[in-house]
């Protein structure tokens, strides 16, 4: 009976080593990430800043960040179209999926996933064509 009940006491001890162990690794995988990002932002706006005071000592004029020819495109309105387009290829996927799911019998795993995903990108591809064509 005290054999028994170290095995279980031992099994208690292992499995809440195991849950430590994984919510370890799930912090550890989110602190990596965070600080991924963190260090690209970092380097992006520490090489630009370092770039036009180097371009200030020259002498040079910092307007070449600044595009001449700039459009007053309102930033919503591509947001809005490539937002709508998206949604729309979404729903059309998972349509065609579900066509493909009760009438051709494809797998659900499959069928799902493929047409949703491929749909997204032709209406992304399609936004950004039109996006290009605003004035």
């Given amino acids: 009976m005290l054999v028994c009940n170290l095995l279980q006491y031992a099994d208690v001890i292992w499995a809440n080593n195991q849950l430590k162990n994984k919510i370890m690794e ?16 970092y380097l992006f706006i520490s090489a630009r800043n370092k770039e036009r005071l180097s371009l200030i000592e020259k002498g040079a004029d910092a307007s070449i960040f600044y595009s001449p020819n700039k459009t007053s495109i309102p930033i919503w309105k591509i947001i809005l179209v490539n937002l709508a ?5 979404i729903g059309i996927g998972i349509f065609f999926a579900g066509i493909m799911d009760y009438q051709l ?6 069928a799902y996933p ?3 995903f491929t749909m997204a990108g032709i209406g992304l591809l399609v936004g950004f064509n039109i996006s290009k064509s605003l004035k």
């Fill in 26 to 41: 799930a912090v550890l995988v989110i602190a990596i990430i965070f600080g991924t990002v963190l260090g690209i932002v």
């Fill in 85 to 89: 387009l998206l949604l729309t290829a």
């Fill in 105 to 110: 019998n494809i797998d659900r795993s499959i």
């Fill in 114 to 116: 493929g047409s949703i």
